[in-house]
């Protein structure tokens, strides 16, 4: 094999590795396409997303708001029981000492 023989033969191994690696690359490309409606799924998905993140987030605010109320509410009706319990036992005091000043007389 002269040195003519030997550039022809390596040119077209060359030009044959080049025209399969662009055949594959091709291949490749025409099975992962993504097609325009998948894009568009892609799209209502992600927007579905958003939206149920924010709802989330506004049930969870909600719940934060309500649970605020509700300590507030228990501490003052826990406050107003202490007062009535207070109340309550002065009064048991005093009937207690009425009728033990009641009972000497």
């Not at 044959?16 to 490749?28: D, M, Q």
């Not at 099975?31 to 997303?49: C, P, Y």
């Amino acid at each position: 094999m002269n040195r003519t023989e030997f550039i022809i033969a390596t040119a077209i191994i060359l030009f044959v590795a080049f025209a399969l690696g662009w055949f594959a690359n091709w291949l490749v490309h025409r099975f992962i396409r993504v097609s325009h409606s998948d894009v568009g799924e892609l799209d209502r998905m992600a927007q579905e997303l958003h939206e149920a993140e924010e709802t989330r987030d506004q049930a969870i605010t909600y719940l934060q708001q309500r649970e605020a109320e509700l300590t507030n509410q228990l501490s003052q009706t826990e406050a107003e029981l202490a007062a009535t319990m207070d109340g309550l036992r002065e009064a048991r005091q005093e009937a207690e000492h009425m009728r033990a000043h009641y009972e000497r007389d």
